[in-house]
């Protein structure tokens, strides 16, 4: 399985961006230095008070500067890593530092400004190159992005942006992500599309995409599986999985004053950043056996760059300005001490879990399948020109002679359809036969035709899905002897040899300054005690400034060690008055009972490290506590003693505690009023009193019923007309003066 027991360091370079804008209008100035030759970065204090103190001195794997260029940066640094994720190995990039520096720069760069692209995209154009120049060779290339933010892992790849998902381990293969999408990649262009998708459902669930960015991990996985044949005659496959990682922001989020919700993010965002820390501090001190790589999702993630299976690059982005310095120097120890991490890369070779292998299989299956097809139509066919029973038989079958002739499928289909048509047609044509056989037979010719179709279509889906499958594995291209090709391949190969001598020089340069002071001495002879005396003074002036840079670095340790127990210990005090409050409530408001059953039910599950609650579980014993309690025989509800005395002795409802409710019969109020004649004004009682007295013109006969008459009209009270349709017989002219009919007088005009 492996190729390569040794382990090796995690390489650290460091690389410090240019003053922006901002710094250089309100002129801060710059106190980091960086020695390109030695790999060195010098970090000068920036207070006044501090002029005689000795500047800060790291050394580093690479460091880069200002001015550094991305694809120098590339050819140097990353290019061997990703060189190495080509031929098997597992790769890591990560970009660590303050918010600002230049991490998501060096991981992504500029999109579209050729110059300033960053790792990533520079790493597609590398893979597809190297396939494209390949022999003999078999390459299947896919790619997941994954965001860690507050603790939960969003897929960018997927459709359901809501979605969280979770970490899984596996003895064979170790820690993954289940579900996570990964999209198989055919050229520079798709993989792009992948990362802009991806890129762009970052920003879609942020409302302040810088500050998300600043504190969210995002992880790009190229995963290249390659397949060549061995020397025993076998195909081999390797697996090699990049991962480039753009880290949250490494400054300390402030903590003070936040509570509840604020105070868990506050201590969830950068808890995978310190876990980092220290995961890198438990393998590098060689005493600890426990590597707390469980104490966050992204350590448990990146569990093999960090000492495992992987090489590792780590890129602390750093600024220069002077108001920086305290979180430039955090970072730089942070990386310094990850330099001491050893890894054990090794080819990871026939992995179980190859895609690569799938495809092949399903490729050979469908192959076969379609293989079989076309086997049983021929037979078929031969057949048939066996029997020699028409022409067409004869004439297809010749053409089928040639066995392995899978070329001319296309001419074979239309033969088929061509004598399935024809022969329709003589059925058509044939007089000879009854109606009823013709249309008998006609039918069935169409549902071979319809079969025959039905088949031909399955056959085809089959090769297309056949054809898809092979275009998603990639093979070098043939124009390998290709002039420009070659010539660029050579340039290429000259700017890594440039790149690697560059680090060998480096590499001396610090042997040579770390062994200066034992050369020295070795060199010297001395020709005098007074000589001796000399030199030895200054080499005990150069050990003595050594000792106090050592005397402050520790000084600076303790200090920064202080700060952050302090914030923890505030951090372990708000956590604390948290809790009392939550106890505070859970003493007043849950009942003792109800809380130890809640305590009995809950669990915490490692997994995805939650307390959940057991089901609840009816057992059949529990069914006497399920009816309701009688404190009363004969009565359903509970009764105190005081209730069925009171009740007994005065029947009082107020103690009946059954559905018993004795009620008055509600009256309903009256809404309606007695009749009331209206009321007529003097006036107009006088107005018809007067139309109503002298009648001289009318002569009614009412002799008859006078007497009514008398009563019917009342003083004051008048009469409508409606009376005057009473029949004319009863008429009396004679009697003047009569009120019955009366003639209006004034009050309407004649
Ligand atoms: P981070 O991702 O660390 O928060 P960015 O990559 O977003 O920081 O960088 C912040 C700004 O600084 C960006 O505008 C970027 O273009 C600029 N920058 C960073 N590094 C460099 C560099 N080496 N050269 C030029 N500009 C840089
Ligand atoms: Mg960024």
Sequence with gaps: MSKSKSSESVKVVVRCRPMNEKERAAKYESVVSVDVKLGQIIVRNPRESSGNELPKIFTFDAVYGWNSKQLEMYDETFRPLVESVLLGFNGTIFAYGQTGTGKTYTMEGVRNDPEKRGVIPNSFEHIFTHISRSQNQQYLVRASYLEIYQEEIRDLLSKDQSRRLELRERPDTGVYVKDLSSFVTKSVREIEHVMNVGN?????????????????????????????????????????????????????????????????EATKINLS???????????????????????????????????????????????????????????????????????????????????????????ARLKAQLQKRSGKKKRR????????????????????????????????????????????????????????????????????????????????????????????????????????????????????EIAEQKRREREMQQQMESRDEETLELKETYTSLQQEVDIKTKKLKKLFSKLQSVKAEIQDLQEAHINERQEMEQIQNELTRDLKLKHLIIENFIPLEEKNKIVNRAFFDEEPEEWKMKPITRIEDDHQMMSRPRSAVGYWRPLSHHARVAMM????????????????????????????????????????????????EIEVDASSFHSSLGQMLPSGRPRTGKKSSTPTSSYSPSSPGSPLYPQSRGLVPK
């Design 200 to 264: 762009q459902n970052r920003s879609v669930g942020a409302t302040n995409m810088n500050e998300h960015s600043s504190r969210s991990h995002a992880i790009f996985v190229i995963t290249v599986e390659c397949s060549e044949l061995g020397v025993d005659g076998e195909n081999h496959i390797r697996v090699g999985k990049l991962n480039l990682v753009d880290l949250a922001g490494s400054e300390r989020q402030t903590k003070t004053g936040a509570q509840g919700e604020r105070l868990k």
């Design 649 to 696: 002795l005065k029947p009082d409802m107020r103690y009946k505690a059954e559905n018993i409710i004795m009620l008055d019969m509600d009256i309903p109020a009256r809404t309606s009023k007695e009749y009331q004649e209206p009321v007529i004004a003097p006036k107009l009682a006088a107005a018809l009193e007067d139309a109503l007295r002298d009648e001289d």
């Design 381 to 496: 066919l031969r057949r048939r020109a066996g029997e020699g029973s028409d022409d067409e038989g004869l004439e297809s079958g010749e053409t089928e002679d040639d066995e392995e002739d899978g070329d001319d499928k296309g001419d074979y289909w239309r033969e088929q359809q061509e004598k399935l048509e024809k022969e329709r047609k003589a059925i058509l044509e044939d007089h000879s036969l009854v109606a009823e056989e013709k249309a008998r037979l006609l039918k069935e010719k169409e549902r071979k035709m319809e079969d025959f179709r039905k088949e031909r279509e399955a056959g085809e889906k089959l090769a297309a899905k056949v054809k898809a499958m092979e275009s998603k594995l990639l093979v070098g291209g043939k124009n390998i002897v290709d002039h420009t090709n070659e010539q660029q391949r050579m340039l290429e190969q000259k700017r890594q």
């Design 273 to 363: 950043l310190s876990a980092l820390g220290n995961v890198i501090s438990a393998l590098v001190d060689g005493r600890s056996s426990h590597i707390p790589y469980r104490d966050s999702k992204l350590t448990r993630l990146l569990q093999d760059s960090l000492g495992g299976n992987a090489r590792t690059v780590m890129v602390a982005n750093i600024g220069p300005a002077s108001y920086n310095v305290e979180e430039t120097l955090t970072t730089l120890r942070y990386s310094n001490r990850a330099k001491n991490i050893k890894n054990k890369p090794r080819i990871n070779e026939d992995p179980k879990d190859a895609l690569l292998r799938e495809f092949q299989e399903e490729i």
